[in-house]
Nanobody
Framework: QVQLVESGGGLVQPGGSLRLSCAAS????????MGWYRQAPGKQRELVAA???????IYADSVKGRFTISRDNAKNTVYLQMNSLKPEDTAVYYC????????????????WGQGTQVTVSS
């Protein structure tokens, strides 16, 4: 069974940065579309960023220009670099995969990690 393990969350001040990692096992991140989602208290889970097998990426409007999704094929890991963090970025962040990529849209499928908490506060 596929396993996804997130790490890298924590408490950071507004304007700070964090890098989240999603280490996958029993699947190859290089051969699949992968996504990062987040869920804030009282809100629905939302797509933050996704990366296609080809390397194409998409981002939620709220994080464009601040977040970057990438992967390291040798480490079978997907990253989410988060810069210029805002209090509204506070949420539990989840890794998802393998997803389906079609016409520039990421469709959730497969498996979820356990989540990692990101708190942006002064």
């Amino acid at each position: 069974q596929v396993q996804l393990v997130e790490s890298g969350g924590g408490l950071v001040q507004p304007g700070g940065s964090l890098r989240l990692s999603c280490a996958a096992s029993r699947m190859r991140t290089s051969d699949n579309a992968m996504g990062w989602y987040r869920q804030a208290p009282g809100k629905q889970r939302e797509l933050v960023a996704a990366i296609a097998r080809t390397g194409s990426t998409i981002y939620a409007d709220s994080v464009k220009g601040r977040f970057t999704i990438s992967r390291d094929n040798a480490k079978n890991t997907v990253y989410l670099q988060m810069n210029s963090l805002k209090p509204e970025d506070t949420a539990v962040y989840y890794c998802n995969g393998p997803g389906t990529w079609y016409s520039g849209t990421y469709y959730t499928s497969g498996y979820w990690g356990q989540g990692t908490q990101v708190t942006v506060s002064s």
